[in-house]
């Protein structure tokens, strides 16, 4: 069996434990609405990190000015309402100018 | 011959509900497509491709497969990997736990199947769906919403492990994944607290990257459920 795999097997295990686990314990023991509001900001807490994490790239301080500039026109789009769709289409727009001009520069 | 057992009867309007949970996540796998074709290239470039590319049932989460791969492709012991992509996926346990509700009552089978599919797209589409249409019908919303994405996902990981190995392509796509994340990220800025939460994770998370590099989200996550918590808590 490859390191792949067992990479795989083992991350995926532990996947189904962190994604089953909780339901089950909310189940018996309920979920008072503190908790879930406090959820609700965590997991949009882990998103917003994602972005950031994807702005800096990995294992770096310094963001990408492509992908920054991309990043803020796409959260002003889908602040005001535009679909998925769109903002990956304007924002992936944008960060083909900036990553030009940067190349350009 | 007739059947003895009862099974509850689908709720009214359950079809409806589906289909709205398809028409739902379409624009979520049009948007998250390069990610998926990203996480194609990385697949097509690892030892071991079938192993990689069956990760994407088995994690069933982008970020988690893509940094795996990663750390295997630098030639990382398996045991970094492994730490890694279990630290990316303990964020679901808060997905899994927010969601919980959906599944009381439901067969053990659709329980499993269901929280299967919890990864942030499902995750912000069953939020929206319960804050706006109440809990009747939530259950067959997800479901089809789920259906939809992934059967997207990995026909996209699958387009991108085909055709991913054009130099540079992976790099550019990835610029899809932070556009469809501040999409998902838009409607909490609009809840109590929500502002607070989102800065103070952004905030932690780049904190978190300087102190302790590859341990950014937890953190991130902490800081975002003490500061949305607070921040409703003085609004009112």
Redesign the interface.
């Known amino acids: 069996m490859?390191?792949?795999?067992?990479?795989?097997?083992?991350?995926?295990a532990?996947?189904?434990a962190?994604?089953?686990?909780?339901?089950v314990?909310?189940?018996r023991i309920g979920?008072s609405p503190?908790t879930?509001?406090?959820?609700?900001?965590?997991?949009?807490?882990?998103?917003?990190?994602?972005?950031?994490?994807?702005?800096?790239g990995?294992?770096s301080?310094r963001p990408n000015p492509?992908?920054l500039v991309?990043?803020a026109l796409?959260?002003f789009l889908?602040?005001r309402?535009?679909?998925?769709?769109r903002?990956?289409l304007a924002?992936?727009a944008a960060?083909a100018l900036v990553?030009v001009a940067v190349a350009l520069l | 011959m007739t059947s003895t057992t009862t099974r509850p009867a689908a709720p009214a309007g359950a079809g409806r509900e589906w289909r709205a949970g398809v028409r739902a996540a379409i624009?979520?796998v049009?948007?998250?497509a390069?990610f998926g074709v990203t996480v194609g290239a990385a697949v097509a470039a690892?030892?071991?491709p079938l192993?990689?590319w069956?990760?994407s049932?088995?994690?069933?989460?982008g970020?988690?497969q893509l940094a795996?791969?990663?750390v295997?492709g630098t030639e990382g012991p398996?045991w970094t990997?492994?730490l890694v992509?279990?630290l990316i996926?303990?964020?679901?346990?808060?997905?899994?736990?927010?969601t919980?509700?959906l599944?009381?009552g439901a067969r053990p089978w659709a329980?499993?199947l269901g929280?299967?599919t919890?990864v942030?797209p499902t995750?912000?589409m069953a939020?929206h769906r319960m804050r706006t249409g109440g809990p009747d019908g939530a259950r067959a919303h997800y479901a089809g919403a789920a259906a939809t994405l992934t059967v997207g996902w990995i026909a996209a990981i699958t387009v991108g492990a085909l055709a991913g190995r054009v130099p540079g392509l992976a790099a550019?796509l990835?610029?899809?994944?932070?556009?469809?994340?501040?999409?998902?990220?838009?409607p909490?800025?609009r809840?109590p607290?929500?502002i607070a939460?989102?800065v103070?994770?952004?905030g932690?998370?780049?904190v978190a990257?300087?102190v302790v590099?590859g341990f950014?989200?937890l953190p991130?996550?902490?800081?975002?459920?003490a500061?949305?918590?607070l921040a409703?808590r003085w609004r009112a």
């Not at chain 2, 049932?57 to 989460?61: A, H, I, K, R, V």
């Not at chain 2, 346990?93 to 927010?98: I, K």
Request: neutral net charge.
């Open positions: 490859s390191a792949v795999w067992v990479v795989m097997l083992v991350v995926g532990a996947s189904v962190f994604r089953l686990l909780p339901i314990a909310v189940e979920l503190r879930a509001n406090g959820l609700r900001h965590a997991g949009s807490g882990a998103v917003a990190a994602l972005v950031v994490l994807a702005v800096l990995p294992g301080l492509a992908v991309a990043v796409g959260g889908a602040w309402g535009w679909s998925m769709a903002v990956v924002g992936g960060y990553a | 624009p979520f049009v948007g998250l390069p690892s030892a071991d192993a990689a069956t990760g049932f088995l994690l069933y989460g970020s988690a795996v791969l990663q295997l398996v990997a492994i992509g279990v996926q303990a964020r679901l346990m808060v997905y899994s736990g927010s919980a509700s599944w009381k329980t499993v929280a299967a919890i942030e995750w912000a939020e550019h990835a610029v899809a994944v932070p556009l469809c994340l501040v999409v998902m990220l838009a909490h800025l809840l607290g929500g939460a989102v103070a994770a952004a932690t998370a780049v990257r300087a590099p950014e989200l991130a996550m902490a800081a975002a459920a500061a949305g918590l409703e």
